[in-house]
């Protein structure tokens, strides 16, 4: 957010709203078909070393800022609901007393 959404965050402290919002604005306002750009995360891997990178697949110069703030919402949106839907979030829950 510091460093890629500078005019975001300005535009949220004239309007006074978050930047997020302004974000998710932008990214409403394209249609979800009107790119193929993924952006694939790594971010939850941390027992790797180098930890493995994360990036942006299908970048091309046509992009806009809304289609890489897509592909970023969409991805970190899969990536939290990939481990609660194969069932990871059972080993979180409290035991119950034996």
Do not use: N
């Not at 939850?44 to 110069?61: D, K, N, S, V």
């Amino acid at each position: 957010m510091r460093e890629f959404c500078a005019e975001e965050r300005a535009e949220a402290q004239a309007r006074g709203v978050s930047a997020y919002e302004v974000c998710g604005e932008k990214v409403a306002a394209r249609a979800p078909a009107a790119t193929s750009l993924v952006f694939h995360r790594f971010s939850t891997a941390r027992t790797h070393r180098p930890p493995p990178a994360l990036g942006f697949y299908g970048l091309a110069g046509w992009h806009a800022r809304a289609d890489l703030l897509r592909a970023l919402f969409e991805g970190v949106a899969y990536g939290h609901q990939r481990p609660a839907s194969s069932g990871c979030w059972l080993a979180l829950r409290p035991r119950s007393p034996a």
